[in-house]
């Protein structure tokens, strides 16, 4: 999956609010390029404006470990 931000203005007319993401396949190819709704004019979305992943990982709240966990309750059953 590719995430990218939609641009806010189209670059050949400037309308704001109509750009929109659009796919055609070329060949063997998916081609991604961003199209303009007021002047039906297309182009290409590069590689570079892809938005970088920000969600991470939570840290693990637990007070033990799982191995230390499943002695404890291994310990309790005898």
Do not use: Y
């Amino acid at each position: 999956m590719i995430r990218r931000a939609v641009p806010e203005q189209c670059i050949f007319c400037g309308t704001a609010g109509q750009v929109a993401a659009s796919a055609r396949t070329v060949g063997g190819a998916v081609v991604i390029c961003w199209r303009c709704a007021a002047c039906n004019r297309d182009w290409p979305a590069p590689l570079d404006e892809a938005v970088q992943e920000r969600r991470t990982a939570g840290q693990d709240r637990r007070r033990h470990s799982r191995t230390d966990r499943r002695g404890r309750s291994k310990s309790t059953e005898k």
